[in-house]
């Protein structure tokens, strides 16, 4: 997404309704600096109270890029969350996200941002590392968030199975907004954009940012929209039954969770109708 795309679609979705909060996360936000800043200078002129990214801080070898950078998001974000944590750090060093910590370290509202696996209590492999990469960082004297425990979705589903309850099947009848991060879709308090410009209402594609976002605002139904209709009718269940009906099917069993079965419906159903 370019810059101007990106500042377009905050500054048209902000003249819709009171935005709170404005939000860039990974993926890597600021390997794309350019446009994760034109959304956040766009939100700080339009007065957006919360502007809030979620970076690991590697995206430069070069240290005045870095520091550019750095300076930048302090004159337009008012919230930081550093990931850095076991997982990030296998692939991440800390000592390549060090000379950035350092910069934003006095952000107020920066904070590094561990993933806990099981709970932040929990005494495993993951949790031991996390804890070595937070002591590592203890010098900047940056606050640590609660952060996240991670869910079974995604890649965590698949590769860090173990350490997640069995259930023998997901539980198809949980409602929209249940579950971490969703909202009931008749109720939608919020929008995520993809890096393509797709605009998505939880798992749904409704629209896309080139549209226009008040087109793609005003057109949403969700009572229209049978994918949605049928997760408002009957959760994950019926929209199971409604993909079936029009020969799109799927192993429910092969997921852990209801939202994990959506997904993957939705994205065999091209998520929109
Ligand atoms: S079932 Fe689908 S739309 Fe509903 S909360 Fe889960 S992912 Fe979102």
């Not at 995206?59 to 550019?68: G, L, Q």
């Not at 930048?72 to 060093?93: Q, Y």
């Not at 696996?117 to 609660?146: H, I």
Request: include cysteine; charged fraction near 20%.
């Amino acid at each position: 997404m370019l810059p101007d795309a990106a500042e377009c679609a905050v500054r048209e979705l902000s003249a819709c309704t009171k935005l709170e909060s404005v939000m860039t996360f990974g993926g890597e936000p600021l390997l794309f600096p350019e446009t994760t800043l034109a959304v956040h200078r766009a939100a700080l002129e339009l007065g957006i109270p919360k502007r809030q990214i979620i970076t690991n801080g590697c995206f430069s070898r070069d240290p005045a890029h870095i520091r550019e950078v750095a300076d930048e998001l302090r004159g337009c974000v008012n919230s930081l969350l550093l990931s850095v944590d076991g997982f990030h750090a296998e692939h991440i060093p800390p000592e390549r996200v060090y000379p950035f910590a350092e910069y934003i370290a006095a952000l107020p509202g920066a904070r590094l941002h561990p993933a806990w696996l099981v709970s932040p209590e929990d005494d495993n492999v993951w949790n031991r590392r996390t804890q070595e990469v937070l002591a590592y960082f203890k010098p900047l004297g940056m606050p640590v968030s609660k952060g996240n425990v991670i869910f079974p979705g995604g890649r965590a589903e698949r590769e860090l199975a173990e350490y997640f309850p069995q259930a023998s099947s997901p539980d198809l009848t949980l409602p929209c907004g249940e579950a971490p991060y969703t909202d009931p879709l008749d109720r939608v308090t919020s929008l995520s954009i993809d890096p393509y410009g797709g605009v998505y209402a939880c798992a749904m594609k409704i629209g896309k940012i080139s549209e226009g976002m008040a087109a793609v605002c005003e057109r949403y139904n969700p009572y229209a929209n049978p994918y949605a209709a049928a997760l408002m009718r009957g959760g994950v269940r019926e929209l199971v039954e409604y993909a079936r009906s029009v020969g799109v099917t799927i192993d429910p069993s092969a997921y852990r969770t209801g939202c994990g079965v959506c997904r993957a419906l939705l994205a065999k159903l091209g998520g929109r109708e």
